[in-house]
């Protein structure tokens, strides 16, 4: 079962890529911070996977 931070992360992210306006990967970004602060760096690294936002906005997997 996923934890409430990436459930949170997963709509704000979502929300993000659906309006795809000049903040979205600032939005991207802060959401993954957060995940990978309450849930580990390999959480925010399966979600950047998932959502392809190496691809989408350049976001990088964190490094461990």
Do not use: F
Not at 7 to 35: F, T
Not at 37 to 42: L, P, R, T
């Amino acid at each position: 079962m996923e934890s409430v931070k990436i459930q949170w992360a997963r709509k704000k992210i979502e929300q993000a890529i659906k309006q795809d306006g000049p903040y979205s990967h600032n939005v991207c970004s802060m959401a993954l911070l957060a995940v990978a602060q309450a849930d580990g760096k390999e959480a925010a690294n399966k979600l950047i996977e998932e959502y392809c936002l190496d691809r989408l906005y350049r976001i990088q997997k964190v490094q461990s």
